[in-house]
């Protein structure tokens, strides 16, 4: 059976989609001047594809899967089957969202403002179609890059741009009137890759382990040693998946504990587990949660 042929975001998202497969147990090696990087999985092929052609290369069949941003799905109306949805971005776990921004003296205040505006943006399909269905009329030009500065520089009234925190946009002097669109990556297949029963269970494998890795972010495992009459105390203190894992030691006055729990949590949580007689507290890093 030939291996499936898994398209990997070049650019912006390709770092951290490299190092969420690491995490999900798959290596990623690129290779000089090769957009063809190898990946210890001879059931599958990968190739480094732009975001923006991801969704017309898996529904066309040249990929069978590939990770890209909602956006770009949407914005090239690719006929493809959305296999999973994952929240990570280039440089974090929130969402990232495409807005409107006008320079901060602009009488625009609305939408509805833009009518007869120049726009420019790389999201150019999809922004004509928001603006449609919202009855604004304006011309929406492709920007190859530098989009903010064309709206500083007077080229454009308006951009439709790609942000994570808003603080480029603040630096450029700009402000936001609407947000258009808020991303996130998603494990796009064809519809032949999916009626295939072998494909199909090779792209949910994939789906599967990469969500697990995700979960897995932001949490650990937390274990300890508790005297068997301040049990109560101690679990009462612990979140967990479903409950907390409690074992027998061979000395019976004391019990072994061990939870999951939000690593941002553990910083009050141990002294508090001190203070309840918890003992011998370990603090565990997780690859994955299934």
């Known amino acids: 059976m030939a291996p499936i042929k898994l398209g990997i975001p070049k650019g912006s998202l390709e770092a951290a989609t490299v190092d969420l497969f ?19 999985d001879p059931d599958i092929a990968c190739a480094l594809v732009r975001a923006q052609e991801m969704g017309p290369y898996v529904a066309g069949g040249t990929l069978d899967a590939g990770l890209c941003g909602i956006d770009w799905i949407l914005e090239t109306e690719a006929d493809v089957a959305v296999v999973a949805d994952f929240l990570y971005s280039r440089s974090s776990d929130r969402p990232a969202r495409w807005v409107l921004v006008v320079k901060q003296d602009s009488p625009v205040a609305s939408v509805a403002d833009l009518q007869g505006a120049v726009i420019a943006t790389e999201l150019v399909g999809y922004t004509r179609r928001y603006l449609a269905e919202r009855g604004v009329d304006a011309s929406v030009q492709f920007s190859w890059g530098a989009t903010e500065a064309k709206v500083v520089e007077g080229l454009a009234d308006a951009a439709v741009e790609l942000t994570e925190t808003g603080s480029t946009i603040r630096a450029h002097g700009l402000r936001i009137v609407a947000e258009v669109l808020q991303t996130h990556t998603v494990l796009v297949a064809s519809h032949a890759a999916m009626a295939d029963a072998w494909r199909r269970d090779k792209i949910e494998q994939v789906a599967l382990l990469l969500r697990a890795a995700l979960d897995a972010r932001g949490k650990v495992v937390l274990k300890m040693n508790v005297p068997a ?14 409950a907390p894992t409690v074992a027998h030691l061979t000395d019976p006055a004391w019990l072994a504990v061990e939870t999951v729990v939000d690593r941002a949590r553990v910083r009050t949580l141990v002294p508090q587990l001190k203070a309840a007689g918890a003992e011998g507290i370990l603090e565990l890093a997780l690859n994955k949660i299934c």
């Not at 995490?23 to 990087?37: D, E, L, T, V």
């Not at 009459?229 to 479903?242: E, F, G, M, N, Y």
């Open 229 to 242: 009459d301040r049990i109560d105390q101690v679990t009462a203190l612990l979140p967990s998946l479903h």
């Open 22 to 40: 690491a995490q999900a147990g798959w290596a990623i090696q690129p290779r000089a001047r090769n957009y063809f990087p190898a990946i210890d």
